[in-house]
């Protein structure tokens, strides 16, 4: 096979020079038409001066039929030849497909064009009529050959198009790749969000779907690490990921993953719009290309997830539901101690399982000590591109009586994944020493209300009693009551009243219709009936029931406060909301907390879950509710 080497020179410079002029047109939408006129101008001047060397050399250039080439769309690609030049022996020119190029057709036509002199020229187009791949980027079809005169000719090697998407599709893909196939249930993985955006993509992103289902703990990501780079091999496409939540199913079987949505702007489908202009009695059309701005949405696609069951064999009997990388650790903090005195038992727990939720060891018995509610701390960070979380537990007791008390060791146990197995830790046992202390009798005695204060109370009421003077006699002199001050008392004792009821009834009319007003006014008694729902279910022992009014209760109190409408939405969107009613840190950190905790415990196990737990959450709640009374 024989190949010239002017014809590939040319024929790409005319594809560059089509390619700039391309770019050029649409990076100027909006442009009245005279614009568009010298571009085109300019354009077909460079063409014919590429056609006029063409003449004198190869003699072959290649156009294309539009400006924009969108993906699965068909298109046209053109090989022009000076019909003088056109030999007697010649084949169909073959134009090799490759990159998802389909081919549906050869022409050819004959036209008319004209020089650099202006002088006519007739040329044969053989028009190859193609489908776009329904791919974008940069692609190339060809090589190009032609056998003229029982010689072949390669015209191109490569002749490279960049395919766009059209205007009338998405501008912004999206989609959600778990990090794993197949988990366990309760083992922690991660979702990746992938987002690519196109050419006629503007911005404005904002998630509006983030719910990730019933079957799963989450914790979403703040997605900061979301950054876009360019698309390589692109000018205008920009890609990024990041890691969106990290989730633990709550049960075995295939579930789904739902598809989040984002709403965004981009730039519709070029419109032609004529624009009519007088002046001096004279009267013209113009036309300009214009795009404007839309609203769309996108949505990833679902996600199907195989979830295994754990082993039933080997399973611990004092297993309590955690599933990943744990450590446990258990320790008192003195061995010696007097009675009246303290003892600290702190435990610690840490892994990777269910994202901030972590359940409680089997205790053993303290029945010779006295105890108050444990003081609870969880926490979460991310390490490793895992949910680490860590509950740090202190347990007080007080002895009641002196002795050598031995408590016997605590273990914790969890399902390992990566093993396929069942672990166990253990800490203890332990040896207590407690000593008769100076308090041992005020300690172990309840001390009774003193009589003394009883019959003191009564003695009191008595003289009371005694001591009430009898009512002075009324004089029997009469008087004009007309006269007497009383009588004008009365008289005008009713104006201000009746300025005072005006008063009242006007605030309590402005209090009526002011609807924030009235919403801050039934705060208290809507919490105080959502707390007696989660009591009643907590007398139950109805868990999910009594966590789920604990959720209501805080959410709707919020609600009614700030006049707000909190239901919802996400936790970094409530976080958000709050930042702007200037409330505490503090506050809204332990607002996110409870609600986390909420949500978890509504999804763990029910032998996780003891009363004590409960009464602890539910005082938290209480306090933290009358702490956001200055919202009012």
Same mark, same amino acid.
């Given at each position: 096979?024989?190949?010239?080497?002017?014809?590939?020179?040319?024929?790409?410079?005319?594809?560059?020079?089509?390619?700039?002029?391309?770019?050029?047109?649409?990076?100027?939408?909006?442009?009245?038409?005279?614009?568009?006129?010298?571009?085109?101008?300019?354009?077909?001047?460079?063409?014919?001066?590429?056609?006029?060397?063409?003449?004198?050399?190869?003699?072959?250039?290649?156009?294309?039929?539009?400006?924009?080439?969108? +993906?699965?769309? &068909?298109?046209?690609?053109?090989?022009?030849?000076?019909?003088?030049?056109?030999?007697?022996?010649?084949?169909?020119?073959?134009?090799?497909?490759?990159?998802?190029?389909?081919?549906?057709?050869?022409?050819?036509?004959?036209?008319?064009?004209?020089?650099?002199?202006?002088?006519?020229?007739?040329?044969?187009?053989?028009?190859?009529?193609?489908? +776009? &791949?329904?791919?974008?980027?940069?692609?190339?079809?060809?090589?190009?050959?032609?056998?003229?005169?029982?010689?072949?000719?390669?015209?191109?090697?490569?002749?490279?198009?960049?395919?766009?998407?059209? #205007?009338?599709?998405?501008?912004?893909?999206?989609?959600?790749?778990?990090?794993?196939?197949?988990?366990?249930?309760?083992?922690?993985?991660?979702?990746?969000?992938?987002?690519? =955006?196109?050419?006629?993509?503007?911005?404005?992103?904002?998630?509006?779907?983030?719910?990730?289902?019933?079957?799963?703990?989450?914790?979403?990501?703040?997605?900061?690490?979301?950054?876009?780079?360019?698309?390589?091999?692109?000018?205008?496409?920009?890609?990024?990921?990041?890691?969106?939540?990290?989730?633990?199913?709550?049960?075995?079987?295939?579930?789904? /993953?739902?598809?989040?949505?984002?709403?965004?702007?981009?730039?519709?489908?070029?419109?032609?719009?004529?624009?009519?202009?007088?002046?001096?009695?004279?009267?013209? =059309?113009?036309?300009?290309?214009?795009?404007?701005?839309?609203?769309?949405?996108?949505?990833?696609?679902?996600?199907?997830?195989?979830?295994?069951?754990? &082993?039933?064999?080997?399973?611990?009997?004092?297993?309590?539901?955690?599933?990943?990388?744990?450590?446990?650790?258990?320790?008192?903090?003195?061995?010696?101690?007097?009675?009246?005195?303290?003892?600290?038992?702190?435990?610690?727990?840490?892994?990777?399982?269910?994202?901030?939720?972590?359940?409680?060891?089997?205790?053993?018995?303290?029945?010779?000590?006295?105890?108050?509610?444990?003081?609870?701390?969880?926490?979460?960070?991310?390490?490793?591109?895992?949910?680490? =979380?860590?509950?740090?537990?202190? /347990?007080?007791?007080?002895?009641?009586?002196?002795?050598?008390?031995?408590?016997?060791?605590?273990?914790?146990?969890?399902?390992?994944?990566?093993?396929?197995?069942?672990?166990? +830790?253990?800490?203890?046992?332990?040896?207590?020493?407690?000593?008769?202390?100076?308090?041992?009798? /005020?300690?172990?005695?309840?001390?009774?209300?003193?009589?003394?204060?009883?019959?003191?109370?009564?003695?009191?009421?008595?003289?009371?009693?005694? #001591?009430?003077?009898?009512?002075?006699?009324?004089?029997?002199?009469?008087?004009?009551?007309?006269?007497?001050?009383?009588?004008?008392?009365?008289?005008?004792?009713?104006?201000?009243?009746?300025?005072?009821?005006?008063?009242?009834?006007?605030?309590?009319?402005?209090?009526?219709?002011?609807?924030?007003?009235?919403?801050?006014?039934?705060?208290?008694?809507?919490?105080?009936?959502?707390?007696?729902?989660?009591?009643?279910?907590?007398?139950?022992?109805?868990?999910?029931?009594?966590?789920?009014?604990?959720?209501?209760?805080?959410?709707?109190?919020?609600?009614?406060?700030?006049?707000?409408?909190?239901?919802?939405?996400?936790?970094?969107?409530?976080?958000?909301?709050?930042?702007?009613?200037?409330?505490?840190?503090?506050?809204?950190?332990?607002?996110?907390?409870?609600?986390?905790?909420?949500?978890?415990?509504?999804?763990?196990?029910?032998?996780?879950?003891?009363?004590?737990?409960?009464?602890?959450?539910?005082?938290?709640?209480?306090?933290?509710?009358?702490?956001?009374?200055?919202?009012?």
């Amino acid at each position: 096979m024989k190949k010239t080497n002017k014809a590939p020179f040319f024929n790409k410079a005319a594809i560059y020079f089509d390619y700039f002029f391309t770019f050029f047109r649409y990076k100027s939408s909006g442009l009245f038409d005279q614009k568009f006129v010298i571009l085109k101008t300019m354009k077909h001047f460079l063409l014919f001066c590429l056609l006029f060397t063409i003449s004198a050399g190869a003699r072959v250039s290649i156009e294309f039929d539009k400006d924009r080439i969108e +993906a699965g769309a &068909p298109f046209e690609l053109r090989m022009i030849v000076p019909i003088q030049e056109l030999a007697e022996q010649r084949e169909t020119p073959r134009l090799m497909m490759r990159d998802g190029f389909v081919f549906r057709a050869l022409d050819s036509m004959d036209t008319r064009t004209a020089d650099f002199f202006g002088h006519g020229i007739r040329i044969r187009k053989y028009i190859f009529k193609l489908t +776009a &791949p329904k791919k974008v980027g940069s692609f190339s079809v060809g090589p190009l050959s032609w056998k003229v005169n029982d010689k072949e000719y390669e015209l191109a090697d490569r002749i490279p198009i960049e395919i766009k998407k059209s #205007f009338n599709e998405g501008a912004l893909s999206l989609s959600l790749t778990p990090n794993k196939k197949s988990v366990y249930e309760g083992e922690q993985f991660s979702l990746l969000l992938s987002m690519r =955006t196109y050419e006629h993509f503007e911005g404005n992103v904002a998630f509006t779907g983030t719910e990730l289902g019933n079957d799963f703990i989450a914790h979403r990501s703040d997605l900061k690490d979301l950054k876009f780079q360019p698309v390589p091999g692109s000018r205008t496409d920009m890609e990024s990921s990041a890691r969106f939540a990290w989730l633990a199913p709550m049960k075995s079987g295939v579930l789904t /993953i739902p598809p989040i949505q984002v709403k965004y702007t981009k730039r519709g489908a070029p419109k032609v719009v004529e624009k009519n202009h007088s002046f001096g009695g004279f009267s013209s =059309t113009f036309k300009s290309i214009s795009q404007e701005s839309v609203e769309a949405e996108a949505q990833s696609a679902p996600i199907t997830l195989k979830v295994l069951s754990l &082993p039933a064999s080997l399973r611990p009997v004092d297993f309590t539901g955690m599933v990943g990388n744990y450590s446990f650790e258990a320790a008192f903090d003195k061995s010696e101690l007097s009675i009246g005195e303290a003892l600290t038992l702190n435990i610690t727990i840490q892994g990777d399982g269910k994202p901030g939720t972590i359940t409680d060891p089997k205790l053993p018995d303290f029945s010779d000590f006295r105890s108050v509610p444990p003081e609870n701390t969880t926490s979460k960070t991310i390490r490793s591109g895992k949910v680490i =979380t860590t509950k740090t537990t202190k /347990i007080f007791l007080y002895p009641k009586k002196r002795g050598t008390f031995v408590i016997p060791e605590i273990t914790y146990n969890w399902f390992n994944p990566s093993k396929k197995a069942y672990e166990t +830790a253990s800490q203890g046992p332990w040896e207590i020493q407690v000593e008769k202390g100076s308090e041992e009798d /005020i300690a172990t005695t309840t001390v009774p209300v003193p009589v003394t204060v009883q019959k003191q109370e009564i003695e009191t009421l008595g003289q009371d009693i005694r #001591f009430i003077h009898p009512l002075n006699h009324i004089s029997s002199k009469a008087h004009a009551f007309y006269k007497t001050i009383p009588f004008w008392v009365l008289l005008f004792t009713p104006i201000p009243l009746y300025l005072l009821l005006a008063a009242f009834i006007r605030s309590h009319r402005k209090h009526i219709s002011n609807g924030a007003l009235m919403r801050k006014s039934k705060a208290q008694k809507n919490l105080k009936q959502q707390l007696q729902s989660a009591k009643t279910a907590m007398q139950k022992n109805d868990p999910r029931a009594f966590y789920a009014s604990l959720e209501k209760s805080l959410i709707g109190f919020l609600s009614d406060l700030t006049n707000l409408e909190f239901q919802g939405m996400t936790r970094e969107q409530m976080k958000e909301t709050l930042q702007k009613q200037n409330l505490p840190e503090t506050q809204i950190q332990q607002i996110d907390s409870l609600l986390e905790k909420c949500s978890s415990a509504r999804f763990a196990p029910l032998s996780s879950i003891s009363m004590e737990v409960n009464q602890e959450v539910l005082k938290q709640v209480e306090k933290l509710c009358s702490a956001l009374e200055v919202l009012k």
